[in-house]
């Protein structure tokens, strides 16, 4: 898989923050993660 968007280590900083369900931290606050890389799944 490929993207067009840049990422760099404060990307993967703010998707762990956001799959793992913490705040995120003021230096990832408006930062692009990489949840285009991830599929969510529908629970049953």
């Known amino acids: 898989m490929t ?3 840049r990422f760099g280590h404060s990307s993967y ?3 762990v923050e956001d799959i ?3 705040a ?3 230096a ?3 930062v692009t993660p990489m949840d ?3 599929v969510s799944r529908a629970t049953r």
């Open 13 to 15: 900083v703010a998707t």
């Open 24 to 26: 995120r931290l003021p």
């Open 36 to 38: 285009e890389f991830f």
């Open 3 to 5: 993207s067009n968007t």
């Open 28 to 30: 990832t606050a408006d």
């Open 20 to 22: 793992v369900g913490i």
